[in-house]
Protein backbone atom coordinates (compact mmCIF):
# COMPACT_ATOMS: atom_id res chain seq x y z
CA UNK A 1 0.00 0.00 0.00
CA UNK A 2 1.56 3.30 -0.76
CA UNK A 3 -0.61 6.91 -0.24
CA UNK A 4 1.60 10.13 -1.80
CA UNK A 5 0.03 13.25 -1.02
CA UNK A 6 0.80 16.66 -2.39
CA UNK A 7 -0.14 19.82 -3.24
CA UNK A 8 0.74 22.06 0.60
CA UNK A 9 2.75 24.84 0.56
CA UNK A 10 2.81 28.66 1.25
CA UNK A 11 -0.60 30.44 1.47
CA UNK A 12 -1.56 33.85 3.14
CA UNK A 13 -4.61 33.80 5.39
CA UNK A 14 -7.69 33.77 3.16
CA UNK A 15 -6.33 31.42 0.10
CA UNK A 16 -7.04 28.29 -0.79
CA UNK A 17 -5.14 25.16 -1.91
CA UNK A 18 -6.01 21.92 -3.61
CA UNK A 19 -4.51 18.76 -1.97
CA UNK A 20 -4.42 15.05 -3.42
CA UNK A 21 -3.46 11.72 -2.38
CA UNK A 22 -2.87 9.00 -4.92
CA UNK A 23 -3.23 5.36 -3.89
CA UNK A 24 -2.06 2.48 -4.93
CA UNK A 25 -1.40 -1.19 -4.32
CA UNK A 26 -4.47 -1.64 -3.01
CA UNK A 27 -8.31 -1.12 -4.51
CA UNK A 28 -8.94 2.19 -4.19
CA UNK A 29 -12.14 2.00 -4.39
CA UNK A 30 -13.31 -0.34 -1.83
CA UNK A 31 -12.27 2.54 0.57
CA UNK A 32 -13.28 5.19 2.57
CA UNK A 33 -10.74 8.18 2.79
CA UNK A 34 -9.83 10.37 5.32
CA UNK A 35 -7.74 13.51 5.75
CA UNK A 36 -6.23 14.15 9.13
CA UNK A 37 -3.58 16.95 10.18
CA UNK A 38 -1.14 17.59 12.76
CA UNK A 39 -0.43 20.82 13.92
CA UNK A 40 3.10 21.39 15.62
CA UNK A 41 3.33 20.48 19.36
CA UNK A 42 -0.32 18.99 18.68
CA UNK A 43 -1.54 15.52 18.14
CA UNK A 44 -2.95 14.00 14.96
CA UNK A 45 -6.35 15.54 14.38
CA UNK A 46 -9.06 13.83 11.74
CA UNK A 47 -9.99 16.30 8.89
CA UNK A 48 -12.52 14.51 7.20
CA UNK A 49 -14.05 11.88 5.11
CA UNK A 50 -14.89 10.73 1.96
CA UNK A 51 -17.03 7.44 1.51
CA UNK A 52 -16.88 4.63 -0.84
CA UNK A 53 -18.21 5.49 -3.64
CA UNK A 54 -18.29 9.39 -2.59
CA UNK A 55 -21.34 9.52 -1.82
CA UNK A 56 -21.13 10.82 1.57
CA UNK A 57 -18.70 13.08 3.30
CA UNK A 58 -18.06 14.28 7.13
CA UNK A 59 -15.84 17.28 8.41
CA UNK A 60 -14.74 18.46 11.85
CA UNK A 61 -16.90 21.31 12.73
CA UNK A 62 -13.35 23.70 12.40
CA UNK A 63 -13.39 23.24 8.59
CA UNK A 64 -17.21 22.81 7.52
CA UNK A 65 -18.17 25.43 4.83
CA UNK A 66 -14.10 25.97 4.20
CA UNK A 67 -12.99 22.43 3.01
CA UNK A 68 -14.51 20.00 1.02
CA UNK A 69 -13.68 16.48 0.59
CA UNK A 70 -13.90 14.37 -2.98
CA UNK A 71 -12.46 11.10 -4.57
CA UNK A 72 -11.73 10.17 -8.16
CA UNK A 73 -11.87 6.76 -8.42
CA UNK A 74 -10.75 6.25 -12.14
CA UNK A 75 -7.68 8.14 -11.07
CA UNK A 76 -7.12 5.99 -7.10
CA UNK A 77 -6.87 10.14 -6.13
CA UNK A 78 -8.68 12.01 -2.82
CA UNK A 79 -8.85 15.68 -2.55
CA UNK A 80 -9.15 18.22 0.14
CA UNK A 81 -10.00 21.36 -1.39
CA UNK A 82 -9.32 23.98 1.45
CA UNK A 83 -10.76 27.71 0.52
CA UNK A 84 -10.61 30.52 3.08
CA UNK A 85 -7.44 29.39 5.25
CA UNK A 86 -6.77 30.27 8.32
CA UNK A 87 -3.39 30.36 10.22
CA UNK A 88 -4.69 27.84 12.71
CA UNK A 89 -4.79 25.08 9.57
CA UNK A 90 -1.00 24.97 9.46
CA UNK A 91 -0.26 21.77 9.97
CA UNK A 92 1.07 18.53 7.76
CA UNK A 93 -1.65 16.76 6.36
CA UNK A 94 -2.12 13.39 5.94
CA UNK A 95 -4.20 10.88 4.10
CA UNK A 96 -5.18 7.59 5.16
CA UNK A 97 -7.39 4.42 4.20
CA UNK A 98 -7.89 4.17 8.07
CA UNK A 99 -4.97 1.88 8.57
CA UNK A 100 -2.42 2.93 6.16
CA UNK A 101 -1.08 6.43 5.92
CA UNK A 102 0.85 8.98 3.59
CA UNK A 103 4.19 10.63 4.53
CA UNK A 104 2.14 14.34 4.56
CA UNK A 105 2.67 17.30 2.68
CA UNK A 106 3.32 20.65 4.85
CA UNK A 107 0.51 23.19 4.69
CA UNK A 108 1.58 26.77 5.98
CA UNK A 109 -1.06 29.86 6.13
CA UNK A 110 0.64 32.79 7.12
CA UNK A 111 1.45 36.30 6.30
Known amino acids: VQLVESGGGLVQPGGSLRLSCVGS????????MSWWRQAPGKGREWVAT????????NAIEAVKGRFTISRDDAKNTVYLQMDRLEPEDTAVYYC?????WGQGTQVTVST
Open 96 to 100: STGSD
Open 25 to 32: GFVFSWFA
Open 50 to 57: VSRGGGQT
